[in-house]
C-alpha cells in the first residue's frame, strides 16, 4: 500500500526567502504525486502534479516541486516566500500501478511566513 | 465555472441520529471521491465511484456508512446511528476522468454531539 510522509510539522520562513516543504512517499508501483494547499475554512485547492516527464514540476502561485525517484521525494518550493503563503499543505500519492483510484494524503504542514 | 459544492456546510447532530451529506461535483466530471478529514490530519479516503458505481469503497470505516450516486453525478454520503466518533469534516472532490487531478469542494463539518 502506498503512504505519505511529510516530517515537518511545522516550516517557519521569511517573508522573501525561498520555502521548503517536504515530502517523501512509498509505493508499489509508479506514483502520481500531487500537493495541495488548505486555507482556513476552505477545502483543498490543487497546486500541482507529477505524472511522468520532466521531475520539475511547476504549478499555481510561484510554487514547484521537484521528483526524485532514488530519495521517494516531492519537496514542494518557492523561490521566495509570501505572508499570503500561510497555511496548510498536503502531499497525496496514488500508485499508477495499482488499479485502486484512492489517493493518499500525508499529516499535512502548516506554513507560517513571517512579515 | 462552478466548482465542487457541499451541503449542507455544517451538521449538527446527536449521536444516533442518520444524517445525508450532498456533493455536486463539477459538470463533466465522471469520477467523484468521498474524504473524511479530522483535525490536524490528511484527508482518509472513503469511496469512490466512476459514474454511477462505486470503484472502491475500501475506505469504509463500517457499514454505517453508504454512498450512492444514481444519475452518476450529484452524490450523497449517508451515515447511520451516528456516534461521537464521526465528527470530522466530510469532503468531496471531482475530476474529468479516473486519472485527472481531483478538484476538491468546501467540505461539510459534521459535529456529533
Known amino acids: 500500500a502506498q503512504s505519505v510522509a511529510q516530517p515537518e510539522d511545522q516550516v517557519n520562513v521569511a517573508e522573501g526567502n525561498p520555502l521548503t516543504v517536504k515530502c517523501t512517499y512509498s509505493?508499489?508501483?509508479?506514483?502520481?504525486l500531487f500537493w495541495y494547499v488548505q486555507y482556513p475554512n476552505r477545502g483543498l485547492q490543487f497546486l500541482l502534479k507529477?505524472?511522468?516527464?520532466?521531475?520539475l514540476v511547476k504549478g499555481s502561485y510561484g510554487f514547484e516541486a521537484e521528483f526524485n525517484k532514488s530519495q521517494t521525494s516531492f519537496h514542494l518550493k518557492k523561490p521566495s516566500a509570501l505572508v499570503s503563503d500561510s497555511a496548510l499543505y498536503f502531499c497525496a500519492v496514488r500508485d499508477n500501478g495499482n488499479y485502486g483510484q484512492n489517493f493518499v494524503f500525508g499529516p499535512g504542514t502548516r506554513l507560517s511566513v513571517l512579515p | 465555472g462552478a466548482g465542487v459544492s457541499q451541503t449542507p456546510s455544517n451538521k449538527v447532530t446527536e449521536k444516533g441520529k442518520y444524517v445525508e451529506l450532498r456533493c455536486d461535483p463539477i459538470?463533466?466530471?465522471?469520477?467523484l471521491y468521498w474524504y473524511r478529514q479530522s483535525l490536524g490530519q490528511g484527508p482518509e479516503f472513503l469511496i469512490y465511484f466512476q459514474g454511477t458505481g462505486a470503484a472502491d469503497d475500501s475506505g469504509l470505516p463500517n457499514d454505517r456508512f453508504f454512498a450512492v450516486r444514481p444519475e452518476g453525478s450529484v452524490s450523497t454520503l449517508k451515515i447511520q446511528r451516528t456516534e461521537r466518533g464521526d465528527s470530522a469534516v466530510y469532503l468531496c472532490?471531482?475530476?474529468?476522468?479516473?486519472?485527472?487531478?481531483?478538484?476538491f469542494g468546501p467540505g461539510t463539518r459534521l459535529l456529533v454531539l
Open positions: 472532490a471531482s475530476s474529468f476522468g479516473e486519472k485527472e487531478t481531483q478538484y
Open positions: 509505493v508499489s508501483g509508479n506514483p502520481y
Open positions: 459538470s463533466g466530471h465522471t469520477a
Open positions: 507529477y505524472i511522468t516527464g520532466d521531475n
